[in-house]
């Protein structure tokens, strides 16, 4: 099950750069949907997951009556865009309760492994082919680096976001891990995603994760108050200062982006924030807080009546993306799961927990989608009832 997990993971957007009369299927084509399939053709008329199906209705009864009224009030709303839209969502929620359910059944730290053994094949195999598929050359968008790796990803961005998942977990297993020989081999395995994302060198990604990473080890040297902690804690934030450092010394790309960024120069992250809070807000108001209608973003009708405002295609940002399709539904919804993952990880005390809602909240306010099935894998994963002691159990 972990080596099937870890191929999907590796291969599921290699459908995503596939064009249908012009259309690109990007996330209709997501492999990870084939779990929430799994769920619903086989788990979820289980005994045991009856709860579920309370909850699923709670879920899915709000989803259509909403999108009803849209449809109704609004006019001028695409009805098959709205219907791929819920199911998409129903898909993602599916996905979630499948990883409640089953995680803790689930050896985390082999499919860690058998994710990073696909990524460090894949590194001579990308710099031998270095071939269009493997590799996004010249990047206009990312001027200081030409030619960035995504391997079977629709993007540099997306290998960025699916790495960075990987180190955060592995560093958790390395700092509840009592074994020196298996601490080595993970750290190995750290070391082999932190090459994989100087390659893709995600700028979004990066930041994001150090600041996750920053925030995880805060919240390790809270929980676990002791001398080891406060050292490992240091090192790493000395770290991360140095590698700072070394970066603007040298003029690293990253680093130069960063500073175009900070000035202003960077038109990608400003449109990433200003111009889509700005462009959420007005769509916000303009269709009375109901919003433009659950999938119809992504419209010719919103992209002409937007695009003298600045809008390019969509709004890069998940949760304002969200709320322009569904208004105070999709506001009431995000803050919802929001403060519910942050309860759960109050109460686990969970360093591990902790630092995946740092990343995937983070992520989304600087790209992703919202019917990511990944997303909802995170939250199911936070809403489980697995602690890191369920670490001990799993063996190599």
Wanted: net charge positive.
């Amino acid at each position: 099950m972990e080596l099937l997990l870890a191929i999907l993971y590796y291969f599921r957007q290699m459908f995503g750069n596939i064009t249908i009369n012009g259309v690109f299927l990007s996330g209709n084509a997501d492999l990870l949907y084939i779990l929430s399939i799994y769920y619903f053709v086989f788990y979820l008329f289980k005994r045991e997951t009856r709860d579920h199906k309370k909850q699923l209705f709670l879920w899915i009864i709000p989803l259509i009556v909403y999108g009803l009224l849209q449809f109704f009030i609004l006019g001028n709303v695409s009805i098959i865009k709205m219907g791929v839209n819920i199911v998409k969502i129903m898909l993602c929620i599916g996905v979630m309760y499948l990883t409640i359910g089953n995680i803790r059944k689930f050896n985390i730290k082999k499919f860690l492994m058998y994710c990073t053994g696909l990524y460090l094949v894949s590194i001579p195999l990308a710099f031998v082919l270095r071939n269009s598929i493997l590799w996004r050359n010249n990047d206009t968008i990312n001027k200081y680096s030409l030619s960035r790796l995504n391997l079977l990803y629709m993007e540099p961005s997306e290998l960025g976001f699916h790495v960075s998942i990987l180190i955060i977990m592995l560093i958790a297993v390395v700092l509840h891990e009592k074994n020196k020989g298996n601490i080595k081999i993970f750290s190995g395995a750290i070391l082999v995603n932190f090459i994989v994302l100087y390659l893709a060198r995600p700028w979004g990604a990066i930041v994001v994760l150090v600041a996750s990473l920053m925030f995880m080890f805060l919240v390790y040297m809270i929980l676990n108050p002791s001398r080891k902690a406060f050292k490992i804690g240091g090192v790493v934030f000395a770290i991360i200062i140095a590698g700072g450092i070394f970066s603007a010394a040298t003029k690293n790309p990253i680093y130069m982006r960063a500073m175009d960024t900070v000035q202003g120069k960077d038109l990608s992250n400003w449109y990433r924030i200003n111009a889509s809070v700005r462009l959420t807000n007005m769509m916000f108001k303009d269709t009375n807080g109901l919003g433009l209608g659950m999938g119809n973003m992504n419209t010719s009708l919103a992209r002409e009546k937007y695009q003298i405002w600045g809008l390019v295609s969509v709004i890069p940002n998940s949760f304002l993306y969200e709320i322009a399709e569904t208004g105070i539904l999709g506001i009431l919804a995000i803050w919802g799961i929001i403060a519910s993952l942050i309860y759960k990880c109050f109460r686990e005390r969970s360093v591990l927990k902790w630092g995946l809602l740092c990343f995937v909240v983070l992520y989304q306010v600087f790209g992703g989608h919202f019917t990511n099935p990944l997303n909802w894998i995170v939250y199911g994963f936070i809403f489980s009832n697995f602690k890191e002691t369920d670490l001990d159990n799993e063996v190599l």
